[in-house]
T-cell receptor, first 111, second 112 residues
């Protein structure tokens, strides 16, 4: 099946710093999602981004489908950005909701 | 618009019992998926339902089953509970298969 790798596994930032999180996937995909899991376990949808670039406030994401990777940018980080960031892609071809998740990137933002 | 609602939020059971978890999708969403999250295995896909039909199934034993009702609400059932079934169970809904998935807050199941 498709493999999803995220890097780095852990990231510690000082409040106000910028960061880039990476997601590599092993096969062609027709969509990709980024999620943020907060310390209470809630998994929040950040971006649905099959290709191209999207921005939402301090966060933006870019997916280069032909090169099989996606990047999540966090600018001017805040302590509330702490948590685990997951990327996920469909496990099989065609329209389906069976997602394969990466192992996640644990982000800690220090005040 | 209300989000995905999962009940109960927390559940404690003992080995050998069975459990039923419930998920109400976002209004208008007909696709519902279930995932299990554990520290060791991460997030793993359980099932996907669309219009009351199971479209996909993950690699879990037959003790794990699910269904979807005509109002798109879904339930999953785990029978003969084992210690390893302790996990956070997450439900997601989307407007259509392959669309953006939105997750509920999860049910945290502990097996004693």
């Amino acid at each position: 099946g498709i493999q999803v790798e995220q890097s780095p596994p852990d990231l510690i930032l000082q409040e106000g710093a910028n960061s880039t999180l990476r997601c590599n996937f092993s096969d062609s995909v027709n969509n990709l999602q980024w999620f943020h899991q907060n310390p209470w376990g809630q998994l929040i949808n950040l971006f649905y981004i099959p290709s191209g670039t999207k921005q939402n406030g301090r966060l933006s994401a870019t997916t280069v489908a032909t090169e099989r990777y996606s990047l999540l940018y966090i600018s001017s980080s805040q302590t509330t950005d702490s948590g685990v960031y997951f990327c996920a892609v469909p496990s099989t071809t065609g329209a389906n909701s069976k997602l394969t998740f990466g192992k996640g990137i644990t982000l800690s933002v220090r005040p | 618009k209300a989000g995905v609602t999962q009940t109960p939020r927390y559940l404690i059971k003992t080995r050998g019992q069975q459990v039923t978890l419930s998920c109400s999708p976002i209004s208008g969403h007909r696709s519902v998926s279930w995932y299990q999250q554990t520290p060791g295995q991460g997030l793993q896909f359980l099932f996907e339902y669309f219009s009351e039909t199971q479209r996909n199934k993950g690699n879990f034993p037959g003790r794990f089953s699910g269904r979807q009702f005509s109002n798109s609400r879904s339930e999953m059932n785990v029978s003969t509970l084992e210690l390893g079934d302790s996990a956070l169970y997450l439900c997601a809904s989307s407007g259509s298969p392959g669309g953006a998935q939105h997750f509920g807050d999860g049910t945290r199941l502990s097996i004693l």
